[in-house]
């Protein structure tokens, strides 16, 4: 059987992370910015490695002296100097493949979403980290345009994703529906793709990236975001988006068990710009479910509807009131690396 995408819940061993810097777009906020990195690496610390992508114009002792005041596990941090233009881990950070014979990883070309922002930095750094002997199993370069948060897979060669994103010529430039599934085909060995035609948050400046509007929780669940008011600018795309869900089948003809995540109130940049904040936008690792939370009264029914289906995964809320001004959140900041990824984990 050929390696196929692994899914997010396959056992992992670290979660990759970019360290901000006054150079990123967080200069204005990065007192801020570096406190939510500080608890964001005291949880995932105390559950597995944490790799960090730390450019050379940061101070590395003092970032490791001060998570170690934080509490961090400072024995399963793995420190990689390499240049960076931003923090956008899911995005720029490898993808896995596995089958019994073991980990591959596939370093797409990143255009920093269709050329919004600069991103050449980006689009080396996993080759740095590799270069340093960072990664346990092979990296292949590829010559595709693709963002991890643009798919999801159930781990069984379904890819989950939207039309507005992957089909968009700022990507692969012509390149049609069926020249890219033929592509993700043959990189990723995946045979069966979902697409959603609808679906977007205002503010999002990634074409409508699949990890702010639908997960798979697991292989059989997916958790999407679901607009209830009528008078909300979401609302029809939403609604639409909700309609193509509920009719997605599994391979076998049975339809997903969906969970319906609220919308949390919307939250204004200072300038008035409405921000994409989401529920969906969580990530899962070994032990738990960190969902970003806003400080909105939605924030506890989104932890219970994921709670309902986590299984024996934990809902860790975590706030991204910081994260998102920069109109991202928390699964857009880290990307996770499966057991085998890393060199003597």
């Known amino acids: 059987m050929s390696k196929r995408f692994l899914?997010?819940?396959?056992?992992?061993?670290?979660?990759?992370?970019?360290?901000?810097?006054?150079?990123?777009?967080?200069?204005?906020?990065?007192?801020?910015?570096?406190?939510?990195?500080?608890?964001?690496?005291?949880?995932?610390?105390?559950?597995?490695?944490?790799?960090?992508?730390?450019?050379?114009r940061l101070d590395r002792e003092r970032i490791l002296a001060k998570l170690g005041e934080r509490g961090?596990?400072?024995?399963?941090?793995?420190?990689?100097?390499?240049?960076?233009?931003?923090?956008?881990?899911?995005?720029?950070?490898?993808?896995?493949?596995?089958?019994?014979?073991?980990?591959?990883?596939?370093?797409?070309?990143?255009?920093?979403?269709?050329?919004?922002?600069?991103?050449?930095?980006?689009n080396h750094i996993n080759r740095g980290i590799d270069a340093q002997g960072g990664y346990g199993a092979p990296l292949r370069q590829v010559n595709f345009v693709l963002e991890g948060g643009s798919v999801e897979t159930d781990g069984a060669g379904t890819l989950l994703s939207t039309t507005t994103c992957l089909l968009n010529p700022n990507r692969n430039g012509d390149a049609g529906r069926a020249h890219i599934e033929a592509s993700l085909r043959q990189h990723l060995g995946v045979q069966r793709f979902l697409w959603l035609q609808n679906g977007h948050?205002?503010?999002?400046?990634?074409?409508?990236?699949?990890?702010?509007?639908?997960?798979?929780?697991?292989?059989?669940?997916?958790?999407?975001?679901?607009?209830?008011?009528r008078d909300d600018e979401h609302y029809p795309a939403l609604a639409a988006m909700e309609a193509e869900i509920m009719g997605l089948r599994q391979a076998d003809g049975r339809p997903y068990r969906l969970v319906a995540l609220p919308m949390p109130a919307a939250i204004h940049s200072a300038e008035g710009q409405r921000l994409p904040a989401t529920y969906a936008n969580f990530l899962i690792t070994n032990h738990s479910i960190l969902l970003p939370v806003y400080g909105d009264h939605a924030d506890q029914r989104a932890i219970d509807a994921l709670a309902a289906v986590s299984g024996a995964r934990r809902v860790v809320p975590v706030d991204c009131r910081v994260p998102i001004e920069e109109f991202g959140s928390l699964h857009c900041l880290t990307m996770q690396l499966p057991q085998g990824a890393l060199a003597h984990a």
């Open 7 to 56: 899914p997010e819940w396959y056992p992992q061993s670290a979660i990759q992370l970019a360290w901000p810097h006054a150079g990123t777009d967080w200069q204005r906020l990065l007192p801020q910015i570096e406190g939510f990195y500080h608890n964001l690496v005291d949880i995932l610390s105390h559950q597995q490695q944490v790799v960090i992508a730390g450019d050379p």
């Open 201 to 229: 948050l205002v503010g999002d400046d990634t074409d409508s990236h699949i990890d702010t509007l639908a997960r798979f929780v697991d292989a059989g669940t997916i958790a999407y975001v679901q607009c209830s008011d």
């Open 72 to 122: 961090a596990n400072l024995g399963n941090l793995r420190w990689f100097t390499v240049p960076t233009n931003n923090t956008w881990a899911r995005d720029h950070a490898p993808l896995a493949l596995g089958d019994q014979q073991g980990i591959e990883l596939l370093d797409f070309q990143f255009n920093g979403w269709g050329g919004k922002y600069p991103c050449d930095l980006d």
